[in-house]
């Protein structure tokens, strides 16, 4: 088993920046895709960004451009820079691990970490 922890959410007034970070617990064998996704009160969870194994990166229209991911495979950790936040980013932002193989003799399964709240003030 493994375990994804975020940090670095908090309170930032619009126009500023944050950076997430997701580390592994352990050392993962492999995995298809890193990724970022949010969750806004009565609102459904959807995906920010993510970028698979080999570097691909994809993001929300509503982030782009705004929001970069990035890994560091040595580290087992995957970024998530956000610049010019906006009052509409306010969310719990969670990061997910999929088809992540933790050990040769594992499936492929898909890990969620505990989230962590981003507020963007006006």
């Known amino acids: 088993q493994v375990q994804l922890v975020e940090s670095g959410g908090g309170l930032v007034q619009a126009g500023g920046s944050l950076r997430l970070s997701c580390a592994a617990s352990?050392?993962?064998?492999?995995?298809?895709?890193m990724g970022w996704y949010r969750q806004a009160p009565g609102k459904q969870r959807e995906l920010v960004a993510d970028?698979?194994?080999?570097?691909?990166?994809n993001y929300a229209d509503s982030v782009r451009g705004r929001f970069t991911i990035s890994g560091d495979n040595a580290k087992n950790t995957v970024y998530l820079q956000m610049n010019s936040l906006e009052p509409e980013d306010t969310a719990v932002y969670y990061c997910?691990?999929?088809?992540?193989?933790?050990?040769?003799?594992?499936?492929?399964?898909?890990?969620w970490g505990q989230g962590t709240q981003v507020t963007v003030s006006s």
């Open positions: 970028i698979t194994n080999l570097g691909r990166t």
């Open positions: 997910n691990g999929d088809g992540m193989r933790v050990t040769a003799w594992d499936l492929p399964n898909n890990y």
């Open positions: 352990r050392r993962i064998f492999s995995f298809h895709a």
